[in-house]
């Protein structure tokens, strides 16, 4: 039977993705990352954990990928369906900003600052049917 | 021991069906080598690099199997710029005396297709849609537009003096002058930055002969001396391209370490500088680029564009061979070009582009994935 799951393993929680994406923080200096990293690119330890980094922040900057990217872009598009979709850095509450995909994909609709929210979205689906899904953000608010 | 550039070699950048990447790279080294007037049994070592071409040192198969020192360098878009590093260093440290620089380059059409395994990326990266250069050149300049106050007409500026400049260079890609409504009303590639905003990977080849300066003037009546090449790489915070995270605290780009250690190397400063080549991958590049090389204030760009303080004319020219937007980038190629044209600045070889006054003093610098920048500060 198909379901739903994650493309990658370890980047948002699941079953439970309310929880928002899983970085990793350092015991020794404090510092985030993600995706989660076994050893630390500001302090070089390798003493680092798992951290939930929620599923909220800020659009700190932004753009829009207007044409269907080559490979190893992997969808269940084609250039003719393809729907041009935002990408920006969202700041989240720990400071940290993680690059993401977003749903909104006019400059219209995008301002450095406007609050953010994660959801998640179906790349493609395997072989098997099943929905293969990633993270990405869209305004917190809905645009009037 | 002073290290001198004695011959310069540029195979044309654009596309030349007809020859591999290899035999571009070739045919600048014979030019580099005719202008020093010397020829390749005499060259005592090699640093060089292609990143689609092949191998470097291949090259041997058609210049000579003479038996030298040749070292292939891959270090994206530094490549040009790490491999003038090496061989400033086996100039200065007197290992040798005489030797060569080449890049070249045969990319396929479009954007390039980066394979995250090659970033210490997994594939769900690449394959969401986020391993694209395009997107972060868009992100960066987004930011910087935000913060310092730069507008949308400053972008324009920056790619309408590339496209005239590169009308005045016999070797560019891109030789027509592009009018500010054709650049204005270009497709849109990644916001704010448009198609004619962005260069494009391309082929082509470069290749310097240096030497100790004291035997220098046994090759060229007018050498040029490579007073520093620095390169570094990036620093914690520094927002670079195929981040999925960034840290709070923006760090320095690997252009500002390198550029401040250049001017303290070289013994001068940004105000000495009479020409300089900034990369240019795409106009937000160059506007950045500005101020992370020390040239200006962040956000002062709105006003040196708007006064054209970068035309050929004008108080600092920048990229006065159409840089990067005109000449297309072919990776293993492009840093040298840029070393290519200041040297022909400072000789007072450069035709119709000529930077008038006599010019003492060139800079160049490259900047690249995944965070790396090299410096040249050069005199006469």
């Known amino acids: ?144 | 021991m002073d290290v001198a550039i004695v011959g310069v070699g540029l195979h044309p950048f654009g596309r030349t069906a007809s020859m591999s990447g290899l035999e571009q790279g070739a045919a600048a080294v014979r030019a580099a080598l005719a202008d020093a007037g010397t020829d390749f049994k005499a060259m005592q070592f090699a640093f060089g690099g292609s990143q689609d071409g092949g191998n470097a040192d291949s090259l041997v198969n058609l210049l000579g199997l003479t038996g030298l020192q040749f070292t292939n360098v891959a270090n994206g878009c530094a490549t040009g710029g790490s491999s003038l590093n090496a061989a400033y260093s086996a100039i200065k440290s007197e290992q040798y005396d005489v030797g060569l620089v080449v890049g070249f380059d045969k990319h396929a059409r479009g954007a390039f297709n980066p394979q995250p395994k090659d970033w210490g990326l997994e594939d769900w990266y690449g394959e969401t849609g986020l391993m694209l250069t395009t997107q972060y050149f868009g992100m960066k300049i987004q930011r910087y537009m935000h913060d310092h106050g730069i507008s949308r007409d400053t972008l324009i500026r920056v790619a309408e003096k590339a496209y005239r400049n590169g009308s005045l260079t016999p070797t560019a890609w891109r030789r027509t002058a592009l009018s500010w409504e054709e650049i204005d009303n270009a497709p849109m590639v990644s916001e704010p930055l448009n198609k004619y905003m962005f260069c494009s990977p391309a082929e082509g080849g470069c290749a310097l002969v240096v030497c100790r300066s004291d035997i220098a003037h046994r090759f060229h009546p007018r050498p040029i001396y490579l007073k520093t090449a620095v390169v570094r790489s990036r620093n914690y915070g520094s927002f670079e391209v195929f981040s999925p995270s960034q840290p709070p605290e923006v760090a320095d780009s690997p252009t500002v370490t390198a550029s401040t250690a250049a001017f303290e190397l070289a013994g001068v400063g940004p105000s000495d500088i009479d020409v300089a080549q900034l990369q240019d991958t795409e106009v937000g590049a160059e506007i950045m680029h500005m101020a992370e090389n020390g040239f200006c204030a962040h956000g002062d760009q709105e006003r040196w564009l708007a006064e054209g303080a970068t035309d050929i004319n004008g108080k600092l020219p920048v990229n006065t061979d159409g840089g990067c937007l005109a000449n297309g980038e072919p990776v293993g190629a492009s840093g040298l070009r840029q070393v290519h044209e200041i040297c022909v600045q400072l000789r007072g070889e450069a035709g119709e582009r000529q930077v008038a006054g006599e010019p003492q003093v060139g800079y160049t610098h490259v900047y690249g994935a995944p965070g790396i920048s090299g410096v040249n500060i050069l005199t006469r």
């Open chain 1, 1 to 144: 039977m198909s379901e739903a799951k994650p493309l990658h393993e370890g980047l948002f929680n699941w079953p439970d993705p309310a929880a928002g994406l899983i970085g990793s923080r350092c015991l020794d200096c404090g510092e985030h990352a993600f995706p989660s990293q076994s050893s630390c690119r500001a302090c070089s330890s390798q003493n680092t954990v798992l951290a939930d980094l929620g599923s909220a922040g800020t659009l700190w900057t932004w753009t829009i990928q207007s044409f269907m990217p080559k490979a190893p872009y992997d969808t269940d598009e084609t250039p003719e369906t393809f729907t041009p979709y935002g990408v920006g850095y969202i700041e989240l509450a720990c400071g940290l900003k993680v690059e993401s995909r977003l749903r909104e994909n006019t400059p219209e609709q995008l301002n450095i600052g406007m609050p953010m929210k994660m959801e998640l979205i179906t790349v493609r689906q395997n072989e098997d049917g099943d929905e293969l899904l990633t993270f990405q953000f869209c305004a917190a608010k809905e645009s009037h």
